[in-house]
């Protein structure tokens, strides 16, 4: 089965420490997400990318959280400087929404970066 | 925003129960799906449903598409240990078809003890 790939599983680092998060989506799909899940806020949208352009960003702390799509394979997700409150886990997603169609095709999810931040 | 509230918030059943959760809104859904997710896993697709009172099942699990479009819920019939995990319901709005975009309920934990 295809599968969404996230690296890296596990990351911890200090506090001020750039952290990038990598996702490799499904291959043709074309919609890449990332959520936030903590315990505290569940799963958080914080931007998404249709054909590599980003759709929406405004879930995102802009200051210091920054995504983009180099090319459709990949995906990134910066931290700088991180904060102890970004500890949380990231997880990447992909789908394939139809354009004209209201109702697509579900969203596919990598295993997520477990990220802490000391 | 729109939210989607779900409920139970957790469960702790025998093996062999039947589980059901539910998830509601004040906002019409286009689509509503239904993920597990395992620990230390992201959320894995069980079902998928895309039309007002669509009934569907996939092995022990059936889920259903409310008739106001505004709700759905899940059911598991005989449960057992490995259907531990956390359930979230998450709904696609109307007219938002073209970004995929999804709304995630909080997530029902399940335990299940054998």
């Known amino acids: 089965d295809a599968r969404v790939t996230q690296t890296p599983r596990h990351k911890v680092t200090e506090m001020g420490q750039e952290v990038t998060m990598r996702c490799q989506p499904i291959?043709?799909?074309?919609?890449v997400f990332w959520y936030r899940q903590t315990m505290m806020q569940g799963l958080e949208l914080l931007a998404y990318f249709r054909n590599r352009a980003p759709l929406d960003d405004s879930g995102m702390p802009k200051d210091r959280f920054s995504a983009e799509m180099p090319d459709a394979t990949l995906a990134t997700l910066k931290i700088q400087p991180s904060e102890p409150r970004d500890s949380a886990v990231y997880f990447c997603a992909s789908g394939l929404p139809e354009v004209g169609r209201d109702s697509n095709q579900p969203q596919h999810f990598g295993d997520g970066t477990r990220l802490s931040i000391l | 925003g729109q939210q989607l509230n779900q409920s139970p918030q957790s469960m702790f059943i025998q093996e062999g129960e039947d589980v059901s959760m539910n998830c509601t809104s004040s906002?019409?859904?286009?689509?509503w799906l239904w993920y597990k997710q395992d620990p230390g896993e992201g959320p894995v697709l069980l079902i998928a449903l895309y039309k007002a009172g669509e009934l569907t099942s996939n092995g022990r699990l059936t889920a259903q598409f409310g008739i106001t479009r505004k709700d759905s819920f899940l059911n598991i019939s005989a449960s057992i240990p490995s259907d531990v995990g956390i359930y979230f319901c998450?709904?696609?709005?109307?007219?938002?078809?073209?970004?995929?975009?999804?709304?995630f309920g909080q997530g029902t934990t399940l335990q299940v003890k054998p």
């Open positions: 998450a709904g696609q709005l109307v007219g938002t078809g073209n970004t995929g975009k999804l709304i």
């Open positions: 906002s019409i859904f286009n689509t």
């Open positions: 291959l043709g799909h074309n919609t």
